[in-house]
């Protein structure tokens, strides 16, 4: 039986047979030094080992304690960390939030090859708060780090112009908070600041207008949703009149409303609108009242008939 020679899956193909191996992630992917990356922030992630169970154990020398081995209560597997450290640099270079970053990974060839993904997968890598939880673990200056040597490659390389990375390269810029301190009390012109520190201009101005040196909260103001609000008044709808759980309504809000909807964003519209809770929708059923027995004279029996 013949097999396509195209892949070493038959069920499956490889990324480096559906994409252009000159694309600018293709390349940046082989020239970056991903294991260097990933000793850099692996202390961060280093999952702690249970400690066994001491039980005795009789020899003919006596009582002997013997470490025994207990069931890990871990959980599921973490996300590969080349994959969060791809994640991150693409939620910044392509200006795609935490939810669109993760969906789009699913849907391009690309940016899985550029994960280190050798098979296509149409999923999402992982949740969008995993990717969060990911930042939170690495900090301002961690975050700052990774994108700063992803950005000085792809710049080095000459992959992606410099004005297409403007935004990532402001985002990566190492400020802290005593150099921000000084740029704010300075009078100096922002052109001689941004070379002093080895910053951009936009940085200069954004820190002489802030009242605090500390950084401020990333979450957005208006939360990005892609249901309309007459698509969400359907979704809502449809809910109370139908009693649907989460999983048909995402389906019936696919085909009928909104293909690029998302299971998370059909949750959040539904818990504004206070009809997360499906329990909580359905009417609810009076129960009979209980029967008291019926009361015989001592020393009688009761036959069933």
């Not at 969060?132 to 994108?147: A, H, N, P, S, T």
């Not at 150099?179 to 940085?203: D, Y």
Request: aromatic share 6%; charged share 25%; hydrophobic share 40%.
């Amino acid at each position: 039986m013949l097999t396509c020679p195209a892949t070493d899956d038959f069920f499956r193909s490889r990324i480096d047979h559906m994409i252009d191996l000159r694309h600018p992630l293709a390349v940046l992917s082989s020239r970056m030094p991903w294991q260097q990356i990933e000793a850099s922030v692996a202390h961060l992630f280093v999952r702690k080992a249970r400690a066994g169970v001491a039980m005795p154990d009789l020899d003919l020398f006596g009582e002997a304690p013997v470490v025994i081995g207990r069931k890990s209560n871990a959980g599921r597997p973490r996300v590969a960390l080349r994959i969060m450290i791809a994640l991150l640099y693409l939620k910044h270079a392509f200006n795609e939030s935490d939810e669109g970053v993760v969906e789009r990974w699913g849907e391009t060839p690309t940016w899985q090859f550029f994960s280190g993904q050798a098979y296509f997968e149409h999923r999402r890598p992982c949740d969008a708060s995993t990717l969060v939880k990911f930042r939170q673990l690495l900090g301002d200056e961690g975050v700052e780090e990774l994108l700063a040597q992803t950005v000085n490659v792809a710049v080095a390389l000459k992959l992606i112009q410099p004005q297409e990375l403007q935004r990532v390269l402001v985002d990566s810029t190492g400020t802290t908070p005593a150099i921000r301190a000084e740029i704010a009390a300075s009078s100096a012109s922002a052109a001689s600041l941004a070379q002093r520190f080895g910053i951009t201009p936009a940085t200069v101005y954004k820190w002489k207008n802030r009242s605090s040196v500390q950084d401020g909260s990333h979450t957005a103001h208006r939360l990005q949703t892609t249901l309309t609000p007459a698509q969400e008044h359907v979704v809502v709808q449809l809910r109370r009149t139908l009693l649907l759980p989460l999983d048909d309504l995402l389906a019936v809000t696919r085909e009928f409303l909104c293909p690029k909807a998302s299971r998370s964003g059909i949750d959040r519209c539904l818990r504004r609108h206070g009809v997360g809770n499906l329990n909580a929708l359905k009417p609810a059923t009076p129960r009979e009242p209980h029967k008291r027995f019926k009361s015989y004279e001592p020393g009688s029996t009761c036959t069933s008939t």
